[in-house]
C-alpha cells in the first residue's frame, strides 16, 4: 500500500488515508500563501516541485482563498508601512510646533527663513487637509450603537 496509512479500523472496513493527498493539500496551502504574497508560477513550481500547468489549475480553483490572503497581507502592509489619519495629524502638528519654535528665534532678515516660512505653509496646508469637521451623531445612529452593545 505505497502512499497510503491505516489510520484506524471499525469492525469491517479499515480507514486509510491516501498520504499523497494529504501533501497535495499542504501544497495548496502553501501555493495560496506564495501567490498571495506575490511569487510568480516559475518560482512557485520549483519550490512546491509542481508543474506550472497543476499550479495555473489550482490558481483557478483556488482564486477566492488567494484574493482573500492577498486582502490579508495588503491589510498587514499598510498597517505596517502608511500611518493613521490620526498618526499622520499628531506628526504634522508636532512638526508644526518644532517649526514655530525656529520661527520665534529667526531672524526675518535670514535667508533661510524663506524657507522655514515655507515649510510652515507646506505643514499647515497639509494639516489642514487631514482636517474632518467634527459632528454630532444623529439619534438614529446613537441607538444603533446602543444596540450593538447590548
Known sequence: MAGKSIVGENKMNAVVVDMEDAGREEKKSAFVHMRAVGKSYSRISAELGVSKGAL??????LEEEIAAAKAIEL???QEEFFMTKERRIRVLGEQLKRLDEELKNRDLSELSTDK???????????????????????????????????
Do not use: G
Open 116 to 150: 522655514l516660512i515655507a515649510a510652515h505653509m507646506q505643514l499647515t496646508l497639509a494639516l489642514k487637509d487631514e482636517f474632518i469637521e467634527a459632528r454630532p451623531l444623529p439619534a438614529s445612529e446613537i441607538q444603533k450603537l446602543k444596540n450593538l452593545k447590548v
Open 56 to 61: 495555473s489549475n489550482w490558481n483557478a480553483e
Open 75 to 77: 491589510d498587514a502592509l
